[in-house]
């Protein structure tokens, strides 16, 4: 098993920026394929990023491509989220998600079987 614990979250002005972190513990780090979700109130977990066991591969929903970047540092057994020109609509609870049963990049948040407490990210216009 694995433990995950975000952090980063806060309040940021639009066009503003965060970086999100997601430390693991347990089991090899570099053995699962990581994910971030949010959840806005009111509306269910949807995916935002993910990422390869090894960090060669990432993919993001259409709405952050281009302004958030998703790594890792495997030795670190850290996850990020680096968010950039933030908007109102990007104010959600973020959560990291960990996966070993897979090796390519998953977008559904049944494929994941770790996941973090959530970090709540509040942006203001």
């Known amino acids: 098993q694995v433990q995950l614990v975000e952090s980063g979250g806060g309040l940021v002005q639009a066009g503003g920026s965060l970086r999100l972190s997601c430390a693991a513990s347990g089991r090899s780090f570099s053995g699962y394929v990581m994910g971030w979700f949010r959840q806005a109130p009111g509306k269910e977990r949807v995916f935002v990023a993910a990422?390869?066991?090894?960090?060669?591969?990432?993919d993001y929903t259409a709405s952050v491509k281009g302004r958030f970047t998703i790594s890792r540092g495997n030795a670190k057994n850290t996850v990020y989220l680096q968010m950039n020109s933030l908007t109102p609509e990007d104010t959600a609870v973020y959560y990291c998600?960990?996966?070993?049963?897979?090796?390519?990049?998953?977008?559904?948040?049944?494929?994941?079987?770790?996941w973090g407490q959530g970090t709540q990210v509040t942006v203001s216009s």
């Open positions: 990422i390869s066991r090894n960090g060669g591969s990432t």
């Open positions: 998600a960990a996966s070993d049963r897979y090796y390519s990049l998953r977008y559904n948040s049944h494929d994941y079987d770790y």
